[in-house]
């Protein structure tokens, strides 16, 4: 591994900065706030709707164990003076604006990752007598980028700054709040390989745990496993995280105004009341695929893997995963094999709180496709036209101008006649979804 090492060593010729706004949904209700500041306070959803997650917290409230993500009535337990507040999006876009704004000052390669993160390339903007210390001089920048943020919106942030995306994401984490950290191509395996594997972004639970099993508890672990290894266990990401843990990452800084790829579309729905049948089930994949299908259609999509996620009412979740005969944007398949992956998988030991489906695997609609001898091809092309002409009304008419019967059965439950359709259509289930 040291003589490939030698041979292809880390490129450390651009600057990259990931900007983290610390906090955010809390410190923008506490600046609005100022009777907060002094208190644990968390950002949680409508407890009522079943909705009732912690979004975000302040460092009182993360000092006392809450985490992001958990429940509110968990949160309680361990904070029991902790603030709870209802969320205001158009706050915290207006906020996210404001910072972008700052950072275009310094460069037009801003790339956002969530409403409160960005990553910038600052390697063209550095002067010329700057560049024989590119990370010095980003160090400097990423400290003007901070106290700026700081004075002009009473906020905070973490900047990482190095030589490659992954590696600056990694920084802006290492350090909260108020912070920047450095992580250089010269110094980056005796400052990142101790760390815990999970700390290397898109390293979730399940490639942890997997990783876990080939003994690969540190980024220094994974960076050092023989990436044929890797490929075995883990196939193509196996190959992109031993990259990603050795700093070849050269993935570049999209510009302002260019588009980044759609790579999924997908949406979930935490219903009001448990499922507690195949039927309740039935009628909220309905809901989901629907407005699935209506965003690919509306991006010019079509899917070739399915993806369902199921979570039961004791947060125990799995995500399970079919590839399609054929590319699709149609609602009615999409449902059709959902439910059948649903009921493969599915043994009804408890309730269900949750449910998401995620189409992946994506091409223009107008992509070539393989030919299959046993598919009815006439009635495919008939239940698509339907559904392009029932989109067609609901957008003249209103969103439940026409409803399929499911969704009939527990209008509460569906959100038929309700607000809920709307907004599932602007709700997507990943970062990466259209």
């Keep these: 591994m040291d003589e490939k090492w030698d041979r292809i060593s880390p490129c450390g010729d651009r600057v990259i900065l990931h900007v983290d706004l610390n906090n955010f949904y809390a410190s923008v209700e506490c600046l609005h ?32 164990g809450v985490k992001t993500g958990e429940a509110i009535w968990q949160a309680l337990e361990k904070c029991p003076p902790l603030v709870v507040v ?33 990553w910038l390339d600052i390697t063209g903007t550095l002067s010329a007598e700057k560049q024989g210390n590119r990370i010095a001089a980003g160090e400097a920048i990423a400290h003007q980028i901070r106290r700026r943020v700081r004075e002009e919106m009473g906020v905070t942030v973490s900047v990482g700054v190095s030589f490659n995306k992954i590696f600056a994401k990694l920084g802006s984490d290492l350090k909260k709040p108020d912070a920047v950290t450095v992580i250089s191509a010269d110094n980056f395996r005796q400052q990142i390989w101790s760390l815990p594997v999970r700390e290397l972004l898109y390293v979730g639970p399940a490639t942890g745990r997997k990783l876990s099993g080939l003994g690969v508890n540190t980024i220094g672990d994974l960076a050092t496993l023989s990436p044929q ?3 075995s266990q883990l196939g193509k990401w196996g190959d992109m995280l031993w990259r990603y843990a050795n700093g070849y990452d050269r993935s570049p800084v999209t510009r302002v105004g260019e588009e980044s790829v759609i790579k999924s579309v997908g949406n979930s729905i935490t219903a009001y009341r448990d499922l507690e049948n195949e ?37 125990y979740s799995f995500e399970r995963q079919m590839v399609l005969q054929r590319n699709t944007w149609s609602a009615e398949e999409m449902m059709r094999y959902s ?30 496709d393989q030919i299959c001898l046993f598919t009815d091809y006439r009635q495919l092309q008939r239940q698509e036209s339907i559904e392009k ?41 990943d970062r990466n979804a259209g």
């Design 339 to 368: 439910f059948q992956l649903f009921c493969r998988h599915w043994k009804w030991e408890r309730p269900i709180r949750s449910l998401g489906v995620r189409m992946s695997e994506l091409c223009g609609s107008d992509a070539p």
């Design 279 to 315: 039927e309740d089930v039935r009628m909220i994949l309905c809901v989901l695929c629907e407005s699935v299908a209506s965003r690919m259609r509306s991006h010019g999509l079509m899917g070739g893997t399915l993806s369902l996620s199921v979570r039961d009412n004791r947060l």
């Design 389 to 429: 002409t029932v989109e067609q009304l609901r957008r003249r008419f209103g969103p439940h101008c026409i409803d399929r019967a499911v969704v009939l059965q527990d209008r509460r439950l569906t959100g038929a006649g309700s607000e809920r359709n709307r907004q599932l259509s602007r709700s997507p289930w």
């Design 229 to 231: 290894l890797l490929h």
């Design 86 to 118: 209802p969320p205001h999006f158009q706050q915290y876009l207006r906020f996210s604006r404001m910072a972008r704004n700052i950072y275009l000052d310094y460069t037009d390669q801003m790339e956002p990752f969530g409403i409160d993160e960005c």
């Design 33 to 64: 706030h100022p009777q907060l500041r002094d208190k644990p306070v968390a950002v949680g959803g409508d407890s009522q709707a079943r909705h009732g997650i912690v979004l975000a917290k302040n460092e009182l409230a993360k000092s006392c």
